[in-house]
């Protein structure tokens, strides 16, 4: 189902189209590009225009908000709710890497994010 708000496909919807994806990252580049993909093939036997209509908008979309321009690959997960959030990175045998957020509607992180180590933060 197509986010109507923030652009995208949810990962997963009720029979209502209710978005029952998981609430951190409700979208993935994966299933938007699975989305476009069967979107294409539907064009392809159908002619249907706005079937690549929304082929274009959603391609634009993944560009826009999963595109890594650095490395040249997409980011996977996509979204979270607005506001600061807190994420810590584990690894057997050593002290937790915690990092801080904050995350603007319409961008995926802000680049400003400020590092710690276990226990001590400031959001910008």
């Keep these: 189902m197509w986010d109507k708000t923030y652009g ?3 990962n997963l919807v ?3 189209g209710t ?3 998981n609430p951190l990252a409700p979208k993935e580049a994966y299933g938007n590009a ?3 993909y069967a979107l ?3 064009y392809k036997a159908s002619q249907d225009t706005a079937a690549l209509g929304l082929v274009k908008k959603a391609f634009s ?3 826009k908000h999963s595109h890594d321009p650095v490395y040249k690959g997409y980011y ?3 979204t979270l709710p607005a506001g600061p959030h807190v994420i810590a990175v584990v690894a057997p045998g050593r002290d937790p890497l915690i990092l801080g957020v904050m995350v603007v509607p319409g961008r995926i992180v802000t680049e400003r994010a400020s590092l710690a ?3 001590t933060m400031t959001l910008p």
Excluded: M, N, P, T
Aim: proline residues 0%; neutral net charge.
């Design 34 to 36: 699975f989305a476009i």
């Design 61 to 63: 979309w993944l560009e």
């Design 76 to 78: 996977q997960h996509l």
């Design 8 to 10: 995208g496909f949810y």
């Design 117 to 119: 180590v276990a226990g």
């Design 19 to 21: 978005d029952k994806s």
């Design 40 to 42: 294409a093939a539907y």
């Design 14 to 16: 009720d029979r209502k």
